[in-house]
């Protein structure tokens, strides 16, 4: 039974370049987030999902983010123009009730 | 709004020795408690969680939390630590009902020296 996919692992961006982040939920789930983590901070929320429909953004920035779960295919998050200030850790959880499992993460450095 | 405040930043302790991690939460409401652990270089992975009934819960590796309610903790425990047990530990919380987005505390560093 595999877990949350997350490619890809890492990823290096310079700046004003997009980037774009995958995320595989585990089998049987149809709800994503998405959080970020900043150095020496906790997991931050940014957005959550599901099938066709976003559900809370609350926690996305207002310009250059974007996310979609579509029907097929995993949930994507999009970052445009990318700045030194987007380079974090990435990680996307999964969950079928109130308990959230997590990917691996994906790592963005922007140069 | 949620908040989750975890008390030390950074622990170092001996092999062997106890440990207690602080959690204090905020929160108007029904809440679900976890405790998270991040390897270096890996992912999060759900240590224990707490939804209702026993405040005592067991989780992975010989980790318990308790659920105090009157003070709003849900402190983390282990007897006795090894070498392994290094790792970040998360905090968290999210609504007691349905689907809704985890609250994380800034995390605490353990250090565990052979």
């Known amino acids: 039974n595999a877990g949350v996919m997350q490619n890809p692992r890492h990823l290096v961006r310079r700046r004003g370049q997009e980037a774009r982040l995958r995320c595989s939920p585990m089998k049987g789930h149809s709800h994503v987030y998405w959080y970020r983590q900043l150095p020496e901070e906790g997991l931050k929320f940014m957005v959550y999902l599901q099938k066709e429909n976003i559900i809370d953004e609350s926690g996305m920035p207002k310009e250059r983010f974007s996310a979609e779960f579509p029907k097929e295919g995993p949930s994507i998050l999009r970052i445009q123009q990318v700045v030194r200030g987007d380079s974090a850790a990435y990680f996307c959880?999964?969950?079928?009730?109130?308990?959230?499992?997590f990917g691996p993460g994906t790592r963005l450095l922007v140069l | 709004a949620q908040s989750v405040s975890q008390h030390n930043h950074h622990v170092i302790l001996s092999e062997a020795a106890s440990l207690e991690l602080g959690c204090n939460y905020s929160y108007g409401g029904t809440v679900n408690l976890f405790w998270y652990v991040q390897y270096p270089g890996q992912h999060l992975q759900l240590l224990l969680k707490y939804f209702s009934g026993d405040p005592l819960v067991k989780g992975i590796k010989g980790f318990e939390a308790e659920f105090i309610k009157s003070k709003f903790s849900f402190n983390l425990r282990k007897p006795s630590v090894q070498w392994s047990d290094t790792a970040e530990y998360f905090c968290?919380?999210?609504?007691?009902?349905?689907?809704?987005?985890?609250?994380f505390g800034k995390g605490t560093m353990l250090l565990v020296s052979p």
């Open positions: 959880a999964s969950s079928s009730k109130e308990t959230q499992y």
């Open positions: 968290a919380v999210n609504g007691g009902s349905g689907y809704s987005t985890l609250t």
